[in-house]
């Protein structure tokens, strides 16, 4: 048990994700889109949205910031 403990797996991604599940916004254009930050890196978030509100190809060459409470607005791009 003590050796499993002191191993660990390989992470797939270069920097560590954490799950936060916070409430924020996604700003484009002078509108604001609820969003769900699922998880965040120091590289990126993972964001969960009503596609009923748009589409996410609209987003893509838009010009974006998310702004999760407490933290304040920062610049986003939308990548795949």
Not at 38 to 64: C, P, W, Y
Not at 66 to 79: F, H, N, S, Y
């Amino acid at each position: 048990l003590v050796m499993l403990l002191a191993v660990e797996r390989p992470r797939l991604r270069r920097e560590e994700r954490f799950n936060v599940n916070e409430p924020a916004s996604l700003l484009w254009n002078g509108a604001s889109l609820p969003v769900q930050v699922e998880d965040m890196s120091v590289s990126g978030a993972r964001l969960v949205f009503d596609t009923n509100h748009i589409q996410a190809e609209k987003l893509r060459d838009a010009e974006l910031a998310i702004d999760i409470l407490g933290i304040g607005p920062a610049a986003a791009v939308i990548t795949d």
